[in-house]
């Protein structure tokens, strides 16, 4: 507003003082025509060189840097969105493999314990045969042992009762009424200790 | 004499009087400025094209720019201005960094003159009416007659808008030259006011004058940025007739 103002005030005191007096006097040197021709010489000059050499080396420069740091970063950002998918295929893949070598590792484990109940299961029952077969052969043992070591007893029992006798007596005994003894006694032992 | 506010406008000559056939075109003051100007722009924006990835300060400055002068136009006058960019980077750049320069004391202001003003907005003007005429042949008579408007108004919104059509370097260079010199006046006559009253005084219009330093500054770029973004304008309704 003040601007104005004062602007307005030095217009209206040109257009009375500007006829009467020369610019130096006090008037506006913007309207002394005295360097007109030279000012606009001169800018033309200054000018047009400027213009033409920002126009022909300069600006293009610039402009041509602008587009490459806008490609370069394009560029980039391209590359860096291809090495993620990569990354991300790369992680799946990883992911995948350590899924299916866990799922082998089960099934392996799975199958390895499955033999190996197998072979367990196999070894007892033939070890199981093996112990009954052994049962079996020592009982068989145990009776034959059971009906010689009667046998054998009885002899025993009859030589030694034989030897007794003619010790104490001093003659022979008919060995055969010994013998009928002995049986008879063993066989009665041989009762009670069934009965027990 | 040099209390004169008007005093700081004067244009003088520098060096010996250059004549062809008797039109003085001697170097003045004004002329360095515009070269002083000129020179400065290139060697910035020179620094700014190195190339690299990532840019360095003066180059940041550089491509800021050029990205800013670009959004600016495409965004006033379309994607069909794009083979204008330099003339209207280099027209803002000019008009900037001569704004800027005669910020700085004791130098001179080339855009507070209106013949500079005027010879730069008389070139917009002419360039763009003849672009208009070759991409709109005698249709770009259109713009004259805006759309939509009853046939009893048409008449007076014709003359209306011829006479605004006209008046476009008038007020163009008008602006630019009206703000400058104001502003510079201002703060003279606040710098005056200082030495005036003294040390008792002085602080009050001293205090203006610092003031008025970073309006001016404002302006300075305000007024770069209006005089390019109005030729931007200019040239959309030159580019894209829109009838």
């Known amino acids: ?196 | 004499m040099a209390a004169n506010p008007m005093y700081q406008f004067n244009v003088y000559r520098i060096g010996p009087e250059i004549k062809i056939n008797n039109i003085d075109i001697s170097f003045t003051n004004a002329s360095l400025f515009m070269v002083i100007s000129s020179i400065a722009i290139l060697i910035i924006f020179n620094l700014g094209t190195k190339r690299s990835i990532i840019p360095n300060k003066i180059q940041l400055l550089a491509e800021l720019s050029y990205s800013f002068i670009s959004k600016m136009i495409s965004d006033t006058a379309g994607s069909k201005a794009k083979p204008y960019f330099s003339f209207i980077f280099s027209l803002f750049m000019f008009v900037l960094f001569c704004n800027m320069f005669g910020m700085i004391p004791y130098s001179f202001t080339v855009t507070s003159h209106i013949i500079v003003t005027f010879v730069l907005a008389a070139f917009i003007f002419i360039g763009v009416t003849i672009i208009g005429f070759i991409k709109h042949g005698l249709g770009y008579l259109k713009l004259f007659v805006p759309s939509g408007v009853p046939m009893v108004l048409l008449p007076l919104i014709v003359v209306i808008e011829i006479i605004s059509y006209l008046s476009r370097p008038i007020s163009l260079s008008v602006r630019l030259f009206a703000n400058m010199m104001a502003g510079h006046t201002m703060m003279k006559v606040f710098g005056g006011f200082v030495v005036s009253l003294g040390i008792v005084g002085g602080w009050l219009p001293l205090g203006f004058s610092v003031a008025l330093t970073g309006l001016e500054i404002l302006v300075a770029f305000l007024q770069a940025y209006v005089f390019a973004i109005l030729t931007c304008i200019y040239l959309n309704d030159a580019l894209n007739l829109h009838h």
């Open chain 1, 1 to 196: 507003m003040l601007k104005k103002i004062i602007f307005q005030f030095l217009a209206l005191s040109l257009i009375f003082t500007y006829s009467a007096q020369s610019a130096e006097s006090g008037g506006m040197p913007q309207l002394n025509p005295e360097f007109w021709i030279s000012q606009i010489f001169w800018l033309v000059l200054t000018f047009g060189l400027l213009f033409m050499i920002l126009s022909k080396f300069i600006l293009p420069k610039i402009s041509n840097n602008l587009e490459t740091r806008k490609s370069q970063i394009l560029e980039n950002i391209e590359t860096a969105d291809k090495q993620r998918e990569e990354t991300e295929k790369k992680v799946k893949e990883f992911d995948k493999i350590i899924n299916d070598t866990k799922v082998e590792a089960k099934n392996y484990f799975n199958s390895e314990r499955q033999k190996v109940l197998d072979n367990i299961n196999n070894k007892r029952l033939s070890l199981e045969k093996d112990v009954e077969k052994e049962i079996i052969k020592a009982e068989e043992e145990i009776d034959q042992l059971k009906k010689t070591s009667q046998d054998k007893v009885n002899k025993i029992a009859i030589e030694t009762s034989s030897d007794l006798v003619k010790q104490l007596i001093g003659e022979d005994i008919n060995k055969s009424s010994l013998s009928a003894i002995v049986e008879d006694l063993s066989k009665k032992e041989m009762e009670k200790h069934n009965d027990i």
